[in-house]
């Protein structure tokens, strides 16, 4: 089975799974979008009011902010690929609980396996977690780690800077890091250097939104 087949079949267990009571209460599942070729990884909390109507991760105003981001570090959201530790939205944005968050792993864990990336990109605390439990986001965000496989770097939600606007300059600094961190990262996985043409546009100093996930 192919790697793109394999996350296709991984979207289809996702839309019939009922391991957890988060199934009852969603329109649609989100199980992530994305190439099977992707270098970075991008995993985030869980689906918000709109992932749970369109079935897309991060299509609200933080998506929104995560786009300008990726810009910013000379990525596009076609190259990467977007989860999230739980594939269905919690009710009233709550935060996922432990149980729902290991009914999801098997999912999480194969999307992982059958992409392979490069670098995986935490975004919030609940997926720093599975990768630096205990640790705390303001003291590792930004710092790349290797663990089995494959590097991992901690980041703030790109939500956080909505919601408070004195981490906004951390968030951009660590997003500016990251093409070099991913050369870095193909370079002790033996994988080519790829120079990448930075965006110079400036993120908007005023995203506008309350309903963020």
């Given at each position: ?60 105003a933080s998506g929104k902010f ?148």
């Open positions: 089975m192919t790697a793109e087949q394999t996350l296709s079949r991984i979207a289809k267990e996702v839309s019939a799974c009922t391991k957890c009571v988060l199934y009852e209460s969603r329109k649609k599942s989100v199980p992530g979008d994305g190439p099977a070729t992707a270098e970075i990884m991008f995993i985030g909390e869980g689906p918000g009011f709109h992932e749970n109507e369109q079935g897309h991760p991060f299509v609200g995560l786009d300008q981001l990726l810009s910013q570090a000379g990525v596009t959201r076609e190259e990467v690929f977007i989860a999230n530790v739980v594939k269905c939205r919690p009710p009233g944005n709550r935060d996922p609980l432990p149980e729902e968050l290991a009914a999801c792993d098997v999912f999480l864990e194969a999307q992982i396996a059958a992409i392979n990336p490069s670098i995986i990109v935490t975004l919030g605390r609940f997926s720093m977690n599975r990768f630096f439990p205990g640790a705390k986001i303001s003291a590792v965000h930004g710092q790349m780690k290797k663990i089995g496989e494959r590097f991992v770097i901690p980041m703030f939600h790109p939500a956080a800077a909505l919601h408070q606007a004195a981490l906004k300059p951390s968030i951009l600094g660590d997003f500016a890091k990251l093409p070099d961190q991913l050369n870095e990262a193909r370079r002790a996985l033996g994988r080519p250097i790829i120079e990448v043409k930075r965006k110079v546009e400036e993120v908007d100093d005023h995203p506008r939104q309350l309903n963020l996930f």
